[in-house]
């Protein structure tokens, strides 16, 4: 066959970018080239080629025969392969004209994640300029086609040539991935072990687009994304392994020098990656490793932690377990404990007093889902929320309930007492402008005590970017702000005369003001869903109603005002534009007008509009606004619980927020415990706290003790008479428990008792340990 090979055709590099797998080797079948490749003669996508014909004709011998004869012009140093300077690496990335050309930039990227100096040498084996169209080399495609005829062959090339385990896939949309990396997502140990042991590179990051999360595949990448992606699983070979359950390629890994805390291009270890993936087996797993466990407080380049990454991404059955795992239990008796839950990652105070924005808590009151609901119903969460209430938090609110309370009556003793418009504001000394007088200077004060005092507070403690963010999170708060702000404007307005601009600055703001109750509303059970239900309804609800009905509005408001020009009826309510658009939002709400129809010139066609507006406007867009309020309803009355939950514990944040850091750092002490010090030195920094939580279990320890004796007893019998049989290895075996429990996992939890999945993950850990 010769070094004469064509070219190795490129994909499209537009296409590329949203494409899939599938859609990848597609694309490489049918392209014009795909028949003509060299690599592609020896073995193809098809399941054919001349490696399959020499081992249908004579096994393995034939095989090796082919192998030595017609595979060495294919390969560097016949097979010994070649270690390439970076330098020259790259070189041959920007492509001479004789040879193949592959992306120049995802080389360069990517050698640069693979290796930090330039001065590093690369070892390849099959030769760069005899790859397929993806990249991949002769033990890629043997792989990929994952039969056991290609399995088999795969083996006899690697007897033969161990230096093809060095190769990794150079296209774009695959790059980086090696043999390591393939054996491990199609679970085929023989191929793993061979490569292993044949010196790969277990460094080796996958970084192609296919790799990547979809929202990082784009022209232009998210800066905050979402990790939510076909293949993205952690670019090392290792988080492969625990991403696939495989636990066996796991340890092998680790005994060849593995590191499980080398963190991807986006800062994600392998915690990281298990919580995206959502493998709560492999968590407790890889965190208790007994040869090298995971690290679990390495944030990534966005900031979290695993604990706070599972509360970004709402995975709550794993964000538990992270909790059980990272506590130290103090004492228990009979089914009842006492522990302690390390706060420096949970809490959205600091052990220093400032506020932790990338804290559990904080994530998880932003979170929009029913996991999030979920994540503050019970546990840990909600524990530590009453300790707060109990500390700080309900003192506050009743304390700022009162002022808000005597702000709102003072404020009300002013509008009550204002007089008419044709009167002046200054100058009567009779009781009656006396009580006026004070009551205006009353609300001027509270609200000059809000804005500088309470305020100028929290934004001390937080600083102004941090206070800003906590108004987006507190609407009513935001409103009463601007309802003092106006009322503050008032003083100036007064001064100059500007009796009508003092009038519209206090009607606005006198509703603005009474608005700020709805916030105390939340912390109430009673009230709370309410209140839920109302934000999401204005947010949800009535944006989107507002969007269709003013388009619908306006275009029949230009209908009707083209109907009425000129109309000389006795009815001006269709005389300009703005007047016509009032009348038709009248209309909408019930109020007709269709006396002056039958006078204009042409009636029949206005009465022909007017029965279409009708139907458009208050019979389908009312009664579809109506039918959303009601499945809004619905959903948060269902959740009604955990709603209220959570309006609570944005309400105890918001309180903590207006205290000043000295403040928080002696309400934290008071509400936890002591851990230690993370470095060694006794200061607020590095300082370790805890939540202390006594909780009941489903089970004592003896009564878990006897289940896990009976257990063994059980599986012991159970193996004994398994391996009894003939044919029956322990290999097959474990594949057999292993499928039996990936089945069990699956069933939903409703078929599930409490008592039940604590007994599967029992076994679990017992068989692993």
């Known amino acids: 066959m010769g070094n004469c090979l064509p070219p190795r055709h ?73 270690v390439l300077p970076y330098a020259l690496y790259v070189q041959w990335g920007k492509g001479n004209k004789d040879e193949v050309s592959v992306a120049v930039d995802n080389l360069v990227i990517s050698a640069s994640n693979l290796e930090n100096s330039p001065s590093k040498e690369y070892r390849v084996c099959w030769r760069l300029d005899s790859r397929g169209m993806l990249g991949e080399s002769l033990l890629h495609i043997l792989i990929l086609c994952n039969t056991p005829l290609h399995t088999r062959i795969a083996l006899i090339l690697l007897k033969l040539f161990p230096y093809m385990a060095w190769d990794f896939i150079e296209g774009e949309e695959y790059f ?23 010196g790969a590179n277990i460094h080796q990051r996958a970084t192609g687009r296919f790799f990547l999360p979809y929202d990082q595949q784009r022209q232009v990448p998210k800066k905050q994304t979402d990790f939510q992606g076909l293949c993205y699983m952690g670019e ?23 590191d499980p805390n080398l963190q991807d291009s986006f800062g994600n270890m392998i915690l990281h990656v298990i919580v995206v993936r959502d493998k709560l087996n492999m968590y407790g797993y890889t965190l208790r490793h007994p040869v090298r466990p995971c690290k679990e407080n390495i944030t990534n380049m966005y900031g979290l932690t695993p604990l706070t990454l599972a509360c970004k991404l709402g995975r709550n059955e794993i964000f538990r377990e992270m909790l059980e795992l990272s506590a130290l239990e103090f004492w228990r008796y009979s089914n009842i404990t006492c522990s302690g839950y390390p706060l420096n990652a949970l809490d959205s105070i600091l052990p220093s007093g400032e506020t932790n924005w ?15 609901l979920d994540m503050l119903d019970g546990g840990v969460i909600q524990r530590l929320l009453e300790e707060k209430w109990k500390t700080f938090a309900r003192r506050e609110f009743i304390k700022r309930l009162g002022i808000t309370f005597l702000h709102l009556i003072v404020l009300s003793i002013t509008v009550f007492l204002r007089p008419p418009p044709e009167k002046e504001l200054i100058g009567e000394v009779d009781a009656h402008s006396i009580c006026r007088y004070v009551a205006e200077l009353g609300t ?150 269709y006396r002056e129809f039958k006078t204009t010139f042409y009636s029949t066609l206005t009465w022909l509009v007017f029965a279409v507006f009708m139907v458009i406007m208050p019979i389908l867009l009312l009664n579809m606004l109506i039918a959303m309020m009601g499945n809004t309803y619905c959903e948060v009355i269902t959740q009604s619980q955990k709603e209220w939950v959570k309006q609570w514990a944005k309400i105890v944040v918001a309180l903590e927020r207006g205290i000043s850091q000295k403040k928080a750092k002696e309400f934290m002490q008071s509400y936890s415990i002591r851990f230690g010090a993370s470095s060694g030195e006794d200061d607020s920094k590095s300082e370790l706290r805890a939540v202390m939580v006594i909780k009941n279990k489903p089970k004592s320890k003896a009564r878990q003790r006897k289940g896990a004796i009976c257990n063994w007893k059980r599986m012991g019998q159970s193996i004994i008479k398994e391996l009894r049989q003939p044919g029956f290895t322990a290999a097959s075996l474990k594949q057999r428990f292993n499928s039996l429990r990936n089945s069990i996992t699956k069933l939903p939890v409703s078929n599930q008792s409490d008592d039940s999945e604590g007994e599967i993950k029992k076994r679990t850990v017992s068989y692993r340990l």
């Open 10 to 82: 490129t994909i499209d590099k537009e296409d590329s970018t949203t494409s899939l797998g599938n859609k990848v080797l597609e694309q490489v079948v049918s392209h014009e080239g795909y028949r003509q490749h060299g690599l592609y003669k020896l073995a193809n996508y098809q399941k054919s080629g001349a490696l399959i014909d020499a081992y249908k004709r004579g096994g393995s011998r034939e095989v090796k025969k082919f192998a030595r004869q017609e595979l060495l012009c294919f390969m560097y140093g016949e097979g010994k392969g070649a």
């Open 176 to 198: 980086g991935a090696g043999a390591l990396h393939l054996s491990i997502a199609y679970q085929n140990m023989d191929i793993f072990d061979v490569v292993i042991n044949s």
């Open 236 to 258: 090392y070979a290792l988080a492969w392994a625990a991403c696939c359950e495989n636990e066996a390629a796991y340890n092998k890994l680790l005994h060849h020098g593995a």
């Open 358 to 372: 990338n804290s559990a808590l904080l994530i998880i009151l932003n979170g929009k889902t029913t996991e999030h």
């Open 444 to 593: 001027c004060f509270a609200a000059f005590s809000f804005l500088v005092f309470q305020q100028g507070e929290e934004i001390k403690a937080q600083g102004l970017l941090g206070f800003l963010f906590s108004l987006s999170s507190n609407p009513a708060k935001g409103i009463y702000l601007f309802a003092n702000i106006l009322v503050i404007l008032c003083v100036p307005c007064r001064i100059a005369g500007q009796r009508r601009v003092e009038d519209i600055l206090l009607t606005i703001a006198i509703p603005c003001s009474w608005v700020f109750l709805v916030f105390f509303a939340g912390a109430v059970k009673l009230t709370g869903p309410f209140v839920t239900m109302i934000y999401n309804m204005l947010v949800g609800d009535i944006v989107r109603f507002c969007i269709i009905y003013v388009v619908f509005l306006l275009a029949f408001t230009q209908a009707f005002y083209f109907l009425f020009k000129g109309h000389s009826g006795k009815t001006k309510k269709f005389e300009t534009y703005p007047r016509t658009w009032m009348t038709l939002f009248h209309m909408t709400l019930g109020f007709y007008e």
